[in-house]
């Protein structure tokens, strides 16, 4: 007889006396990122953030979080208010913990009403707090922490019964929220362009403005992932094994690279979009064509789906500087495991009639094609089943990433970016970019450039931890090469080549 799990519905009410980060408003901007962590579980833990509220000391989310599986040991809650900052490091404005201990019996509930937190120690926050205090905005009771929350916890009676894929973790069951982020410069750099949500535009010839931004996406789907679609990553070389587990100098530094850059790429804005899946009436598949334009402009997008059926994505392509080391690296926030990996498109279904709104004349084409995570193609069905299940009337083929027929058909899809205007626009190389970069991506020391160098650690540095990806890359290269060379012998060589030399 399996051991009996839990639910675990957590409300985010309300904060009171948070302490002001933001001048001149003399407020902040709330938002609470919640982690899990279950002592049965060791080094699994789950993330989830809440929406966030601006300009306010007193916000109230009322904000539910619902995860299933979680076993009788119960779980540890950490809970971090931060202020976001558009564009900077959000700042800690607090924290606490708490353990639900030992679940047992019937549904309960806990009262976390009032719970004390211990208060961000940023200088800036400090600064920030003894202006305020001295100008008559703050109060001295905002020194010491005087941060309060309330959070409720119910524990739902506990059940033997299995799901369709039984699962050993615990998993978010709700809610399906959806978030579209936004970068203007990337936008400019890869000449994506975007009708809305930007700030960033350049004049056409016939006086119109073109707007550019950068999307990238992410969807919780409904759990949980078939226990087959686990994935480590591949330490196909040495150095990117470094980075995974931060072994050494250049480790340390490349993970944290990785990490800076998936936060820019999933930073929180005002021009950032959210909301909350209807799963009624088609309403994950709506709501997923609506991120990927219906299939139109001939879109290809990287994805990862992580353990928590979390779907995260961005448009690809040679054109676009994300690639750093990997683009599924970066997706995953530089994760060990995922549950998926690899690339996908949406087409319309030629013998289709299309309607408006219609979701059942459209497909999505997915496949495994991650040379990060290498997901086996044994494992594809699994994954048709479990997009099949979320996007209810969607067509959802899988495809092995190697399938010539894909190929063509991936390529051709591609294509419709020249007969749709979407023009391919590829970045000048620079001297500085490695023999890999000359395809028209953008090196990692343009981005740096473009970032402003805002990892916090020296340039010198990053310049030698990247020249250690290049150099590793380019005598692989080398070597492939000189194998190649040796296979040759004098009888394959043809007369006309032999002519020549």
């Known amino acids: 007889m399996a051991s009996p799990t839990y639910t675990l519905r957590i409300t985010f009410h309300s904060a009171r006396n948070l302490p002001i980060a933001d001048l001149p408003s003399f407020s902040s901007d709330p938002y ?6 279950f002592p049965s579980c060791q080094g699994y833990k789950l993330h989830h953030r809440t929406p966030t509220l ?14 299933a599986n979680v ?4 779980a540890t809650v950490k809970v971090k208010v931060m202020d976001e900052d558009s564009g900077d490091h959000d700042d800690a404005l607090g924290v606490a913990r708490i353990e639900t201990g030992v679940l047992s019996g019937p549904a309960t509930e806990y009262h976390c009403e009032g719970l004390r937190m211990r208060t961000g120690r940023g200088t800036w926050i400090a600064l920030v707090r003894l202006i305020t205090v001295g100008c008559g905005q703050g109060k001295w009771s905002g020194l010491g922490g005087d941060v309060q929350l309330t959070i409720n916890i119910e524990q739902n009676p506990p059940t033997t019964e299995k799901d369709e894929w039984t699962l050993d973790r615990p998993y978010t069951i709700g809610p399906n929220l959806w978030t579209q982020h936004f970068s203007p410069l990337i936008g400019i750099i890869t000449h994506t362009t975007s009708a809305a949500n930007s700030t960033a535009s350049t004049p056409h010839a016939d006086g119109s403005v073109q707007h550019y931004s950068f999307a990238a996406t992410k969807i919780q789907l409904t759990g949980p ?3 087959e679609l686990y994935h480590q990553y591949v330490a196909f070389r040495p150095i990117i094994k470094t980075f995974y587990t931060k072994s050494g100098i250049s480790g340390h530094i490349l993970n944290r690279a990785l990490k800076h850059q998936y936060r820019t790429i999933y930073s929180y804005d005002k021009s950032t ?4 899946v209807e799963l009624a009436e088609h309403g994950m598949a709506k709501q997923f064509l609506n991120l990927t334009h219906w299939g139109k402009g001939g ?3 990287t994805y990862v789906i992580t353990l928590d059926a979390e779907w995260r994505f961005t448009e690809t392509g040679k054109e676009f500087g994300i690639q750093m080391l990997s683009k599924h690296t970066m997706h995953s926030c530089v994760s060990i495991h995922v549950g998926f990996a690899g690339e996908f498109f949406v087409r319309a279904i030629p013998e289709h009639k299309h309607l408006e709104g219609d979701v059942q004349g459209y497909e999505l084409v997915i496949d495994n094609d991650s040379g990060t995570y290498r997901p086996p193609k044994e494992h594809l069905p699994m994954l048709q089943k479990f997009l099949q299940k979320n996007l209810d009337g969607l067509r959802v083929t899988v495809k092995e990433a190697f399938d010539n027929d894909h190929q063509k058909s991936k390529k051709a899809h591609a294509q419709e970016k020249e ?4 023009r391919r626009f590829k970045q000048p190389s620079s001297s500085r970019s490695s023999s890999a970069d000359s395809n028209g991506s953008i090196s990692s020391s343009d981005e740096q450039e473009l970032r402003g160098g805002r990892l916090g650690i020296g340039r010198r540095v990053k310049k030698k931890a990247w020249e250690v990806v290049q150099h590793e890359h380019e005598s692989n290269k080398s070597n492939e090469k000189d194998k190649k060379g040796k ?5 394959q060589i043809s007369p006309a080549a032999g002519a020549s030399n």
């Not at 601006?54 to 995860?67: A, C, D, G, M, Q």
């Open 32 to 37: 609470i990122i919640s982690t899990l962590r």
């Open 54 to 67: 601006p300009h306010t000391l007193e916000p109230k989310w009322e904000h539910v979080w619902s995860i």
């Open 71 to 74: 076993p009788a040991s119960g």
């Open 225 to 227: 992932l078939p226990p």
């Open 273 to 276: 979009s959210c909301g909350t």
């Open 299 to 301: 879109r290809v997008y």
């Open 419 to 422: 007969r749709s205007g979407r």
């Open 487 to 491: 296979a040759v012998t004098s009888d």
